[in-house]
């Protein structure tokens, strides 16, 4: 079967904007594969760097494997993250070891640098993994196809600038909150560091809002909407309507 790749900064990102698109592909047979940029070492106010990393790294395995699927972590570190030479090395390794159908990551504007410079990363990685002679600076096998590539909600549902991302359609993710669910309780030390930093303790809640006021602009329950990249050489149609059906609402079409 297909892989599907979601790629995202840190461990739990793309368990609050892409887990119940994830969990439905998973359900229609797609292998399912989730990596991290960095090991979110930065988040803890108790542990030091290599052990949250360790920590968390085991999280993100934890919730990959609820959708039965495989954790990949590029070797980032968190806060740290640049469009350079070693990080499109470092992306482009883990492009070319999962060869992916569909590539889901963060959207190019978000409220962390971090989380913007991954999308470049990824964006570029899907272009030029099927190049043959980008050296990753390991042994890689090249893609044979540029994947269709699709970002997810900015955090907060907004950009820098306080405005909402167009999102070209969202998905109904209602009958599979329990898994999405399910996948962020994996990220239990982040509970406590969200709850030291901005001193609010609703991790789980505060998922749940979020994939509601999405769900409102696809008129559902639950949603989570993408934009699909449309930029020369990636496919055109949207596969994800295909193959989710009734589960996608156009936002285009409004
Ligand atoms: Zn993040």
């Known amino acids: 079967m297909e892989r599907i790749l979601a790629f995202s900064c840190h461990p739990d990102d793309l368990e609050f904007e892409a887990a119940g698109t994830l969990a439905l592909l998973a359900a229609k047979g797609y292998e399912i594969h989730c990596a991290t940029m960095t090991g979110g070492e930065v988040g803890s106010q108790t542990e030091k760097p290599q052990d949250i990393r360790n920590i968390r790294l085991k999280e993100a395995e934890e919730s990959a494997r609820v959708l039965k699927g495989t954790y990949h972590y590029a070797g980032g570190h968190d806060l740290q993250v640049?469009?350079?030479?070693?990080?499109?090395?470092?992306?482009?390794?883990v492009l070319r070891e999962v060869d992916p159908y569909i590539v889901l990551t963060q959207p190019p504007s978000d409220y962390l640098v971090d989380h913007e410079e991954t999308s470049k990363l990824v964006r570029n990685a899907a272009f030029i993994a099927s190049v043959p002679s980008f050296d990753c600076g390991v042994p890689t096998t090249p893609m044979k196809r540029i994947p269709y590539l699709y970002y997810w909600n900015?955090?907060?549902?907004?950009?820098?600038?306080?405005?909402?991302?167009?999102?070209?359609?969202?998905?109904d993710v209602a009958s599979v909150?329990?898994?999405?669910e399910q996948m962020l309780a994996c990220h239990k030390s982040q509970r406590d560091w969200l709850k030291y930093i901005f001193k609010w303790d609703a991790y789980m809640e505060n998922m749940k809002n979020e994939t509601?006021?999405?769900?409102?602009?696809?008129?559902?329950e639950y949603g989570e909407?993408?934009?699909?990249?449309?930029?020369?050489g990636h496919p055109q149609d949207n596969i994800l309507g295909r193959i989710l059906g009734d589960y996608l609402v156009d936002l285009l079409e409004k």
Do not use: W
């Open 82 to 93: 640049e469009y350079n030479d070693y990080y499109r090395k470092i992306t482009t390794r």
């Open 154 to 171: 900015a955090i907060d549902l907004q950009d820098i600038f306080g405005r909402p991302l167009p999102m070209h359609f969202g998905v």
């Open 177 to 180: 909150m329990d898994k999405k």
């Open 212 to 220: 509601r006021n999405q769900g409102k602009l696809i008129g559902r």
């Open 225 to 232: 909407c993408f934009i699909q990249h449309l930029g020369s």
